[in-house]
């Protein structure tokens, strides 16, 4: 019985096996932060909500701080409208409340726009991932139709 089907390539199917598990590597990171954006943007509209509450109430009115670490202290407000925004690199600025919810608020469209980036990338690197699963899958049966010819006659 004659066969047409080209040997398989065990350097390939390890390069194959290679790309599968960085491509998995990868996808771990990007779905790390992916979690973090999430977790960020949680964050933000919590703030917001608070934001609102407290820009609502009288003055010094007493609320909980947490202070991490699963501790919290009741601390009365003495300016709820005027918020202190961390911007990034340790920098800090004043703000009234109605500009801290709109600054927070485009950092919550920002961060949605970066998910919906990263996301996009583990779409398209499973999808690699996907089409690179499908070849060696392909090659071990090939391999093995293959196999029982090797080795005889």
Do not use: C, W
């Not at 954006?37 to 949680?42: A, H, P, Q």
């Not at 407290?54 to 709820?80: D, F, M, N, T, Y």
């Not at 009234?96 to 398209?124: C, F, H, W």
């Amino acid at each position: 019985m004659v066969n047409n089907v080209e040997p398989v390539d065990p350097r390939e199917m390890q390069a194959l096996q290679r790309y599968l598990q960085e491509f998995g590597q990868q996808v771990e990171i990007y779905s790390q932060q992916l979690q973090l954006i999430d977790e960020g943007r949680m964050e933000a509209t919590a703030a917001i909500e608070t934001l609102k509450s407290v820009g609502a109430s009288a003055e010094e009115e007493v609320v909980l701080l947490q202070l991490g670490g699963g501790a919290s202290v009741r601390a009365k407000i003495i300016e709820p409208h005027k918020v202190l925004l961390n911007i990034g690199s340790d920098v800090v600025v004043e703000r009234s409340n109605p500009e801290a919810i709109g600054y927070l608020q485009d950092r919550i469209t920002e961060m949605e726009a970066s998910g919906k980036k990263v996301a996009e990338t583990i779409d398209r690197i499973r999808t690699q991932m996907n089409e690179i699963a499908r070849r060696i899958e392909a090659g071990y049966q090939q391999a093995q139709s293959a196999g029982p010819q090797f080795g005889q006659g």
